[in-house]
């Protein structure tokens, strides 16, 4: 009898990181997986169109949990996923990254004694005033295996006595990227709906809890931005998360650089990206995904979790003036995390 995986997933990046082991798991003769939406993301735009898009099998459960506070929505999931998984009583539970539906997931699953898999274990910040730093810490302190992107996430965790079942595998966005390239490269749909995109752009997003905490922080990003465009001789090509757009609304600033377009699905920015001269985001993912590219990156942050993308040059912080010289990061690996993660499942579970 296969062994049933629970996938729990509740955001964009994770939508996208569970089609890439959803994809290896069907190939699997020892697993089965479910699928469970917390719903964290709940806009149509954010959520739905990723499902059809990475063709994930729909969701067994979508707990619509959403619009709340930090300690409500997770309070909620917990309560809701504590009471599926003692209905259904999967072997193990899969969670992703760093989300309120990573930590519910792995909150629910430790109270009752189910082995948790972490994927993308062992990133820090070291900010905890970052929601994303306090749930990774916790989850990887209930994790059963630990999935690692990069050495330096292998040592953070070692650092903090976690040194058993952590697994060094290479990044699965990376596997998602390759996946894309091919599905981009001669999709005509996607060339005619940006055909707009000017000669010589930047993609921004912005959409982080602490970037759109205040108007004068954001209007403060703004500024930046608009400087930086006009110095390098650029268009912005504004991606307006649905939390930034009621401070864009406030905003004072010119908006005579920014060309300001809705969210993009997963194959949208990534098409958007191959054609990008810079990105300027305080987006995790996408500070990768650059690299992916080639594309250089500025982070609108006071630190990042993926310090190999600062120290190869291919990112830096906005604070900071100048990239150090690029290199290769080896450590994201060739493309082929997913069926390390899996092989490793199938020995140890």
Same mark, same amino acid.
């Given at each position: 009898?296969?062994?049933?995986?629970?996938?729990?997933?509740?955001?964009?990046?994770?939508?996208?990181?569970?089609?890439?082991?959803?994809?290896?798991?069907?190939?699997?003769?020892?697993?089965?997986?479910?699928?469970?939406?917390?719903?964290?993301?709940?806009?149509?735009?954010?959520?739905?169109?990723?499902?059809?898009?990475?063709?994930?099998?729909?969701?067994?459960?979508?707990?619509?949990?959403?619009?709340?506070?930090?300690?409500?929505?997770?309070?909620?999931?917990?309560?809701? !996923?504590?009471?599926?998984?003692?209905?259904?009583?999967?072997?193990?539970? $899969?969670?992703?990254? #760093? +989300? /309120?539906?990573? @930590?519910?997931?792995?909150?629910?699953?430790?109270?009752?004694?189910?082995?948790?898999?972490?994927?993308?274990?062992?990133?820090?910040?070291?900010?905890?005033?970052?929601?994303?730093?306090?749930?990774?810490?916790?989850?990887?302190?209930?994790?059963?295996?630990?999935?690692?992107?990069?050495?330096?996430?292998?040592?953070?965790?070692?650092?903090?006595?976690?040194?058993?079942?952590?697994? !060094?595998?290479?990044?699965?966005?990376?596997?998602?990227?390759?996946?894309? $390239?091919?599905?981009? #490269? +001669? /999709?005509?749909? @996607?060339?005619?709906?940006?055909?707009?995109?000017?000669?010589?752009?930047?993609?921004?997003?912005?959409?982080?809890?602490?970037?759109?905490?205040?108007?004068?922080?954001?209007?403060?990003?703004?500024?930046?931005?608009?400087?930086?465009?006009?110095?390098?001789?650029?268009?912005?090509?504004?991606?307006?998360?649905?939390?930034?757009?009621?401070?864009?609304?406030?905003?004072?600033?010119? !908006?005579?650089?920014?060309?300001?377009?809705?969210?993009?699905?997963?194959?949208?920015?990534?098409?958007?990206?191959?054609?990008?001269?810079?990105?300027?985001?305080?987006?995790?993912?996408?500070?990768?995904?650059?690299?992916?590219?080639?594309?250089?990156?500025?982070?609108?942050?006071?630190?990042?979790?993926?310090?190999?993308?600062?120290?190869?040059?291919?990112?830096?912080?906005?604070?900071?003036?100048?990239?150090?010289?690029?290199?290769?990061?080896?450590?994201?690996?060739?493309?082929?995390?997913?069926?390390?993660?899996?092989?490793?499942?199938?020995?140890?579970?």
């Amino acid at each position: 009898m296969k062994k049933r995986i629970f996938s729990i997933v509740g955001t964009r990046p994770q939508f996208i990181k569970a089609a890439v082991l959803s994809r290896t798991l069907k190939k699997s003769s020892k697993f089965i997986e479910t699928i469970v939406h917390t719903g964290q993301h709940f806009d149509s735009n954010m959520s739905d169109i990723f499902f059809r898009e990475l063709a994930i099998k729909s969701p067994m459960y979508n707990l619509n949990i959403n619009g709340k506070s930090h300690g409500q929505m997770t309070a909620h999931m917990l309560e809701a !996923l504590e009471t599926i998984f003692i209905k259904e009583k999967p072997d193990s539970v $899969l969670v992703y990254g #760093d +989300t /309120n539906s990573t @930590l519910a997931g792995a909150l629910a699953a430790a109270k009752l004694k189910i082995p948790i898999l972490h994927v993308e274990a062992g990133l820090r910040s070291y900010n905890k005033n970052m929601p994303e730093e306090i749930n990774r810490v916790l989850t990887d302190h209930l994790s059963s295996l630990l999935f690692c992107p990069t050495q330096t996430s292998v040592h953070n965790l070692n650092v903090e006595g976690i040194r058993e079942d952590v697994h !060094l595998v290479g990044d699965v966005m990376y596997d998602a990227t390759l996946y894309a $390239l091919k599905l981009i #490269d +001669t /999709n005509r749909a @996607l060339k005619e709906k940006f055909v707009f995109l000017p000669e010589n752009f930047a993609l921004l997003t912005i959409h982080r809890e602490e970037s759109t905490i205040s108007l004068d922080g954001f209007q403060k990003f703004l500024n930046y931005v608009n400087s930086f465009a006009k110095q390098n001789d650029l268009k912005i090509i504004f991606s307006v998360h649905p939390r930034t757009r009621k401070f864009l609304e406030n905003s004072q600033i010119s !908006l005579n650089n920014l060309i300001l377009i809705d969210p993009l699905s997963y194959f949208e920015i990534q098409f958007v990206l191959s054609r990008a001269q810079y990105v300027l985001t305080d987006s995790g993912g996408l500070q990768k995904e650059a690299y992916f590219h080639k594309v250089p990156c500025v982070t609108l942050r006071s630190e990042t979790e993926w310090v190999e993308t600062i120290e190869a040059g291919w990112n830096r912080l906005w604070s900071i003036e100048h990239y150090k010289s690029r290199q290769d990061i080896k450590d994201y690996g060739h493309g082929d995390a997913a069926s390390k993660i899996v092989k490793i499942m199938e020995a140890e579970l």
